[in-house]
């Protein structure tokens, strides 16, 4: 980098410091923004009470009959919830539709409960009342008939099941029977028919209607929604999914397995017996626009029609499980049914090196009970020790490199136009192959070891392992670590100072430093300076990383710094630059006394290079 370009990156980080210490707002202004924050998360609880209030008024039945000339009304009926509790989940169904309004999950709670509130008592509720519904509809003797408002009786009831039913008319019922699984994130659903004749109910088109809008668990809304969506397989193929970041649905082209609603760390995952039928079934993701009542409290909304594939309904049922629990590999594993796709480790190769390397080594660390800031270092250390023979290459290489700059300057000063361009780059070729170096040597191995970099980029954001738990400033790996709250937002960063992220870069830029002298700044006039773009990278890093997962910034900071060590290490102990010099000159000097034959890319070269100069030559 030259003086100006020093000056202007020393300028423009004044600049952003001072931007920040002028815009700081004072003690006042954020217990005013705090109260305002209040007010309005009491405002939008108050609306949501006063719906529910109306909904609940809604839902009263007022049934007239007519007897002996006067209007007698029939008693009002009250939604009632129910509560169903194993050692992992507490689930409430509601006897308006017999749905499933409410699941928590007993072991976790969100970023809020742990760090805000210190909530002890309250956990981590997947989706709350009237976030969610599970309601049959189909025809009934031609007729449109729904659960969704129907009451259901309790028939039976203990700690882990009830038996709920409805009667759409005389003699016919509807069971809807849940049963919590012990030790397990499990809820069994069977549904049944009883007294319904062949011809009333077509079989193969009832409809199970799934809707549900996941709640805010983390602690960045913006990052959940951002890895959130429906996923669903196929029989016999694999997982698919929706959009993670638009609106998106898609109609079901074969019959399927099972259907996720997806979020970051938690997910709702409905699997039949014997699966779903394709015949109109379904499934959506919508995002909460600006102003939405869920816009700060969920995450997005989920939609499925699902045709439950009864072959007949006078005494039929359909079976399913529910799982609600967390995104855990190895739990999401102990299904059999590939649940484990779900989580995003990227795909094809990237996905492989994670489940096969990375997710191994990270369970078997982790099993020896240390914390997950060290799992991550060793991993680390082991990745690096690995990739330490591309590492000693990629030295060797820009050495040699490095070694040929004055020669390679030579050329360049020799050949300045762009007719000899053809000239240049065949001497450039025999230099290379004299002297036993190429510039390509350096790139391969950097090929090499981008699979793995990449693989790792997708790893710890997605791993479960490491929500809430904690490593030196860090109070969450899962989530960004700030050591400094702005209290304002500034485009591209954010509101706070991530500094694992900052560490990272600042070791980048300094690995950077380190391998700027080995860099050829390109003679064509238009290429870009790649002195300044291998500089300008580890600042974009501030900004790119700054949300994301300090376990990832942590591992990067980390693997960096190994990377300079090993460098200085192999510069200092096992690469005598002067010896590898000389090396090159006895080898420039043996291929030089021996003439080799030329290869059929070089002759083709001439051939160019000679149509090239009879063009010239024309014109």
Not at 233 to 252: A, H, I, R
Not at 587 to 603: L, V
């Amino acid at each position: 980098m030259d003086k100006n370009q020093v000056i202007g990156f020393s300028l423009l980080g004044v600049l952003l410091v001072a931007f920040m210490y002028l815009n700081k707002p004072s003690e006042a202004e954020l217990k005013a923004k705090e109260a305002k924050h209040q007010k309005e998360l009491a405002r939008e609880q108050a609306i949501a009470e006063k719906e529910a209030d109306q909904k609940k008024v809604e839902k009263q039945k007022t049934i007239v009959a007519q007897k002996s000339g006067k209007k007698i009304a029939a008693p009002i009926i009250k939604d009632e919830i129910i509560s169903l509790e194993s050692d992992k989940l507490k689930v409430e169904i509601n006897t308006k539709g017999a749905n499933v309004s409410q699941v928590n999950l007993k072991e976790y709670k969100t970023y809020f409960q742990k760090y805000v509130s210190k909530d002890k008592k309250n956990s981590l509720a997947l989706f709350k009342e009237n976030d969610s519904k599970n309601n049959l509809h189909f025809k009934l003797n031609g007729k449109e008939y729904s659960t969704a408002n129907e009451h259901f009786d309790i028939v039976s009831k203990t700690k882990k099941s009830i038996v709920l039913e409805t009667s759409p008319e005389e003699g016919k019922t509807i069971q809807f029977i849940y049963t919590l699984l012990p030790n397990h994130f499990d809820l069994d659903f069977e549904v049944r028919f009883s007294g319904f004749k062949g011809n009333e109910i077509q079989a193969n088109s009832v409809m199970l209607d799934w809707t549900s809008s996941l709640a805010k668990t983390e602690r960045l809304l913006s990052e959940q929604r951002r890895v959130s969506t429906v996923c669903f397989k196929y029989k016999g193929e694999e997982y698919d999914y929706l959009s993670e970041v638009s609106d998106d649905e898609e109609k079901m082209e074969q019959d399927i397995e099972w259907v996720a609603f997806k979020q970051s760390y938690f997910s709702s995952i409905l699997k039949p017996i014997t699966g779903f039928s394709k015949e109109n079934s379904e499934v959506k993701i919508t995002n909460f626009k600006e102003g939405h009542p869920n816009y700060h409290t969920n995450i997005k909304k989920y939609t499925a029609a699902l045709n439950l594939a009864l072959t007949n309904t006078s005494n039929g049922s359909a079976r399913m499980n529910w799982y609600f629990g967390p995104n855990d590999y190895e739990i999401l594993k102990s299904y059999d049914s590939n649940y484990e796709d779900i989580i995003n480790y990227g795909w094809g190769l990237f996905r492989w090196i994670n489940i096969y390397a990375i997710q191994p080594m990270f369970n078997t660390f982790a099993g020896w009970g240390i914390g997950l800031g060290i799992v991550i270092l060793l991993i680390t250390i082991i990745l690096k020790l690995f990739l330490t023979p591309i590492q000693w290459k990629m030295y060797v290489s820009s050495a040699k490199m490095k070694i040929l700059k004055p020669e390679i300057d030579a050329l360049n000063a020799k050949y300045p136009n762009k007719e000899d361009a053809m000239k240049k780059q065949m001497d450039m070729m025999a230099l290379y192959r004299e002297s036993g170096a190429s510039p390509l040597a350096g790139c391969i191995p950097m090929l090499i070891q981008m699979p793995i970099l990449l693989a790792i980029f997708r790893f710890f954001p997605a791993a479960f392992e490491l929500r809430q738990k904690p490593f030196l400033w860090a109070e969450d790996l899962s989530s960004y670590d700030s050591i400094y709250d702005f209290g304002t937002y500034l485009p591209l960063y954010g509101n706070h100072v991530s500094l694992f992220t900052l560490l990272m870069s600042v070791t980048t830029l300094v690995y950077t430093y380190i391998n700027s002298s080995n860099v050829t700044q390109p003679q064509q006039p238009g290429m870009p300076n790649m002195k300044v773009i291998m500089y300008i990278f580890p600042f974009m890093m501030i900004f790119f990383f700054n949300n994301y997962s300090s376990g990832l910034s942590y591992y990067y900071f980390i693997s960096t710094l190994i990377s300079i060590i090993i460098m200085l290490a192999i510069k200092q102990f096992f690469v005598d630059e002067e010896k590898l010099k000389q090396k090159m000159v006895a080898k420039k000097m043996a291929a030089s006394a021996t003439p080799k034959k030329k290869s059929g890319f070089q002759e083709r070269l001439e051939q160019m290079q000679k149509a090239q100069q009879e063009r010239l030559k024309k014109k």
